[in-house]
């Protein structure tokens, strides 16, 4: 079976700040990594490779640099890779990536099988898999805690739910999203390093896709505008305490049997 | 819409390093005496607003518009597992009327599932005025084609100017699906809502995964449609009388097909949930090892509290992954919640916010958890807790 597994490079730190007096953005180092979450959708794509043979695929999309984290997935083992990155896309929200990353995903080839990881920690929005499924046109199911089988036509998964898991049998093609920890990742290996050093990853524009619209992408295909950016609202009903340890324990005792919570 | 534009001419030696450094997002690039905006941009506009004056322009191009005329109403999507609404769903209801006030809308319910006309009826005890229901036997249990089929029916039937959406697992699966079916806007997670005069949402959400709130609006499409974690909005009291309507919807039996088969359902065990706790202890990266967990133990034990932490100690392996406080974890709302060595990023802080006592301790007077704490207590929590511990002890808790 064939799998593509869809990844993302993220800001290694969460450390964005605003300059509360200039209300410009103060970014710390740029260091990069892949999305953690995507770790698990590529092992367990992998897993998948080791029991069924077939390709795994990886496809990204970011800016040149972005190169990286399909490196990366070439160490843990992915056989193929494609970068989608081009200035039309820049302001791109959900909906025009998920659109972008369709139109990438067809010109990879045909998958039995696509997989996210739940989210990126720097959009946290969960929304990119289900919205791909649907410009894909495929059904989809997230948050998937086990893979149970894997049959010819279809796969079956248990997902979670609010109250309750399920068990699910989901026919193929289709999409799903991985929980962590549905698998371990593997590292990246120092062989797998030394064969992956010149192997190619294919640079995706938009020039590549079906859809050449530019009114489609980036900015222009964003339903959505942000309005402003701006720190996150202060609480002013508080107050700082200092002192020494004893100090600040008794205080803080005294504080919370006032308040009834002891 | 429209673009960013660089006038290369007034680009030179002294502002170059400027703009370049005004990107948050390293996607301003200088090659060959250039600059290029590469696809990191989150089109944010700081360049054009703080970088060197005149470098950057934003281009405004012509975009299709929406009769917003023709879209009325909020609609409020229904969580529920076999007919027991979640909780959220009341909060949203509660949301909805406040905007819909605004612009003097209609609240509507959309309720999609199996032999739940008897429970649409609870909703109509908090001010909705009309619950549209899909009761089919294939809409039993949640699958993504036949739900979507019905949102789809729903809203070419009643035209919905917003949609709110619980961030349930359910919720967040479902939502993506449908603004993508009608190509419009879904803002996951907003913290905040507003209504503009012109119908407009206003959506406000912790972004960037740093510490900045973004505004966002979706002014050219509709429906427009937001995702609301459980415990942000507050739910309305439930009033004796009921009042509004119920209207039944029928689907095409061509929509209650499904390439999935649901095999079977199985309650969780019931387990702590740190949503429903009412005193959290709540641990971050100050913590450094399984040993130190004793004294917050201890700390929990006294007060009756749960513990929960934020996404490094998780990923530490310190506390389990479904005590995460936070935007990629659980929001809580508890009365009291205790910030043991957490610095206090926005991602954490978006999931507590809005509890009603905050205590924090931490050792760097700058830490931004302060800015949210009620009680900022400057200290280590080494001294702190094992003092505290024993004070409360002590007075026979």
């Known amino acids: ?262 | 819409m429209g673009k960013l534009i660089c006038n290369q001419e007034n680009v030179n030696e002294s502002n170059i390093e400027e703009l370049l450094k005004v990107c948050p997002f390293g996607a301003i690039e200088y090659t060959d005496g250039k600059v290029q905006v590469n696809a990191g941009c989150k089109m944010c506009k700081i360049c054009v607003k703080k970088g060197p004056a005149g470098v950057m322009e934003f281009v405004e191009t012509e975009t299709k518009k929406v009769d917003k005329s023709l879209w009325r109403g909020i609609a409020v999507y229904v969580d529920h597992v076999e007919g027991t609404i979640h909780p959220v769903t009341m909060e949203l209801i509660g949301k909805a009327r406040e905007l819909a006030s605004i612009v003097d809308f209609p609240v509507y319910c959309v309720f999609i599932g199996h032999n739940i006309k008897k429970k649409a009826e609870e909703l109509l005890h908090y001010g909705v005025d009309e619950v549209f229901v899909y009761d089919n036997k294939e809409l039993k249990d949640f699958r993504i084609e036949t739900y979507t089929a019905a949102m789809e029916d729903f809203i070419n039937k009643v035209r919905p100017s917003s949609i709110l959406v619980g961030a349930t697992t359910t919720g967040r699966s479902l939502a993506p699906r449908v603004a993508t079916r009608f190509r419009t806007g879904l803002t996951a997670d907003c913290t905040i809502l507003e209504m503009k005069e012109n119908t407009d949402l206003v959506q406000i959400r912790p972004a960037f995964g740093g510490n900045i709130m973004a505004q966002i609006i979706c002014p050219n499409t509709r429906p427009q449609m937001a995702t609301v974690r459980y415990k942000i909005m507050n739910a309305p009291e439930r009033q004796r009388d009921p009042k509004g309507t119920i209207t039944v919807c029928k689907l095409e039996p061509e929509k209650l097909k499904s390439q999935i088969e649901v095999l079977k359902v199985t309650k969780k065990k019931a387990e702590e949930n740190i949503s429903d706790a009412e005193v959290i202890v709540a641990v971050g990266r100050a913590i450094k090892s399984e040993k130190d967990m004793a004294m917050v133990q201890d700390l929990a034990d006294l007060l009756h509290a749960q513990i929960a932490g934020t996404r490094p100690l998780v990923e530490a392996g310190l506390i389990p992954a479904k005590k995460q406080i936070g935007l990629s974890g659980r929001t809580v709302k508890p009365k009291l919640i205790i910030a043991l060595g957490i610095s206090g990023a926005v991602q954490f802080v978006a999931g507590m916010n809005h509890s009603d006592r905050i205590f924090a301790i931490n050792k760097d007077e700058n830490a931004s958890i302060f800015h949210t704490a009620h009680y900022g207590i400057v200290g280590d929590i080494y001294e702190i807790v094992p003092r505290l511990v024993k004070e409360l002890k002590c007075t026979g808790a």
């Open chain 1, 1 to 262: 079976m064939d799998i593509l597994v869809c990844i993302k490079q993220v800001p290694d730190t969460s450390k964005v700040e605003v300059d509360p007096v200039t209300g410009v953005l103060k970014r710390d180092g740029v260091d990069s990594k892949m999305n953690p979450y995507d770790l698990y959708a590529l092992e367990t794509a992998l897993k998948m490779k080791e029991h069924q043979g077939g390709l795994v695929k990886v496809i990204s999309m970011g800016p040149p640099q972005a190169k990286e984290v399909i490196k990366e997935a070439y160490m843990m083992g992915a056989d193929d890779g494609a970068l989608i990155t081009d200035r039309k896309f820049a302001g791109a929200d959900v909906l025009a990536t998920s659109y972008t990353i369709s139109q990438g995903v067809r010109k990879m080839g045909d998958f039995d099988l696509i997989l996210c990881g739940k989210q990126t920690t720097d959009g946290d929005t969960a929304q990119v898999g289900p919205e791909m499924g649907e410009y894909l046109g495929i059904p989809h199911i997230t948050n998937v805690l086990k893979i149970v089988e894997i049959k010819e036509k279809s796969i079956i998964v248990e997902m979670d739910m609010p109250d309750t898991i399920e068990v699910a049998e989901i026919q193929f093609p289709c999409l799903i999203t991985v929980e962590k920890d549905i698998f371990q990742p593997r590292l990246p290996s120092y062989k797998k390093k030394l064969e992956a050093k010149d192997k190619e990853i294919k640079i995706l524009t938009i020039n590549d896709f079906e859809d050449k619209d530019d009114m489609k992408y980036g900015l222009n295909g964003s339903p959505t505008q942000v309005e402003r950016i701006f720190p996150p609202s202060i609480n002013n009903d508080r107050e700082i305490w200092t002192g020494t340890g004893d100090k600040l324990s008794l205080q803080m005792a005294s504080k919370l049997k006032e308040l009834k919570f002891i």
